[in-house]
């Protein structure tokens, strides 16, 4: 029983496409994240959201706009692609208090052409 | 803003030796948490320890185990009787509140 599943594992997108990736997560978690994972491997956080609420937003474009339906559900949509958006986008959950470890999705491959 | 480093971008180790994988973080404050996740090639990202800053006592899982230095700022992760299966990329985190900052990753290369 996947604790954070995130859709789809791999996507091949041409440039200036709008494509979106699924997240959810059946762990009673309160926050939820969206990382990418540039080709280096660095992690870098996204957005946090809390409660459906947007906590954190790291100075991401503006084309990458995150959705959560319910506390259970954080979806990432992304307007016009560009060749720098490839990359592994993971999505986490975990709860805020305590601040323990967060829980991550498998990962989605995204890949521009 | 708090910060991690992991100085070493690679390492080998022979299968069955000791290996310590180093992090330091900067913070001002005293109440975080601490992690260490492993990566292997199927990209899943797996917590291997943590530790609270509050607990003086190392944890320990296993054949992992950390050495938490608090005033120094440092959470070294050492893996006993390596095995070819600890293969992977590995992260050291830090987490106070909303954030959870990730290290650029330690690549641990284990030799047959």
């Known amino acids: 029983d996947t604790a954070v599943s995130q859709t789809p594992k791999y996507l091949v997108t041409q440039m200036g496409n709008d494509k979106s990736i699924k997240c959810e997560q059946n762990?009673?978690?309160?926050?939820m994240y969206w990382y990418k994972q540039d080709s280096k491997k660095f992690l870098k956080i996204m957005f946090s959201y809390n409660n459906k609420e947007l906590i954190i937003n790291e100075t991401v474009p503006n084309r990458f706009s995150p959705k959560s339906p319910d506390k259970a559900h954080l979806n990432l949509h992304i307007n016009s692609l560009e060749l720098g958006d490839s990359a592994v986008y993971f999505c986490?959950?975990?709860?805020?208090?305590?601040?323990?470890?967060?829980?991550f999705g498998q990962g989605t491959r995204l890949t521009v052409v | 803003a708090q910060t991690v480093t992991q100085s070493q971008p690679e390492m080998s180790v022979q299968e069955a030796e000791t290996v310590t994988l180093s992090c330091t973080y900067d913070?001002?404050?005293?109440?975080?948490?601490l992690f260490w996740y492993k990566q292997p090639p199927s990209r899943q990202m797996i917590l291997v320890i943590r530790q609270e800053a509050y607990k003086q006592q190392n944890a320990t899982e296993n054949r992992f185990s950390v050495n938490f230095q608090k005033a120094a700022k440092s959470f070294s992760l050492k893996i006993s009787d390596s095995q070819l299966g600890d293969a992977a990329m590995y992260f050291c985190a830090y987490r106070r509140d909303d954030k959870i900052i990730f290290g650029k990753g330690t690549r641990l290369h284990i030799l047959p």
């Open positions: 913070t001002s404050e005293s109440d975080y948490y």
């Open positions: 986490a959950s975990s709860l805020r208090r305590p601040n323990t470890e967060a829980f």
């Open positions: 762990l009673g978690h309160d926050t």
